[in-house]
């Protein structure tokens, strides 16, 4: 699996980006993983549901109603993984299940402000995949 580049280990990692921020260390780890999943055959559609969900999830506060919605994005990004069968889903799948994990660590609070992250997160991923070529 593609998730440890530049000696970032993205999957351990992302459980502090989302509870911290991101920090420098996403910010040089993003574009090896964005070119990385491009790589990995993964394309702009395969990921545009996921994304499309996420944003219309962050128009709102974060309540009962957005966490069932976020909890079943890992459903739907494992149907999506199994369906599709490219590297590039499965690594973004690994990533984004740890930060949906850490999302839904905390308290209500904590929830709200985490997942802000996770979409700061999600956003620049897909822009590194576009900037890489990702179609």
């Given amino acids: ?3 440890t580049l530049n000696k970032i280990d993205g999957k351990s990692k992302t459980k502090y980006w989302i509870i911290d921020g991101l920090d420098k260390d996403f910010i040089e780890y993003a574009p090896m993983f964005g070119e990385e999943i491009n790589k990995g055959g993964l394309s702009t559609s395969q990921i545009r549901n996921f994304y499309g969900e ?3 999830m962050r128009a709102y506060e974060w309540s ?3 966490e069932q919605s976020f909890i079943l994005l890992k459903p ?3 149907y ?3 369906r599709a069968n490219k590297q590039g889903l499965n690594d973004l799948k690994t990533i984004l299940d740890e930060g949906i ?3 839904l660590e ?3 609070q904590q929830k709200q402000t985490r997942f802000e992250n996770f979409c700061n997160l999600f956003e620049a991923i897909i ?3 576009r900037a890489n070529g990702g179609k």
């Fill in 101 to 103: 994990d850490a999302v």
């Fill in 76 to 78: 739907k990004l494992a």
């Fill in 64 to 66: 009962v109603k957005i």
């Fill in 54 to 56: 996420v944003i219309k």
């Fill in 80 to 82: 999506a993984t199994k």
């Fill in 127 to 129: 822009a590194y995949h």
């Fill in 1 to 3: 699996m593609a998730t």
């Fill in 106 to 108: 905390g308290n209500i």
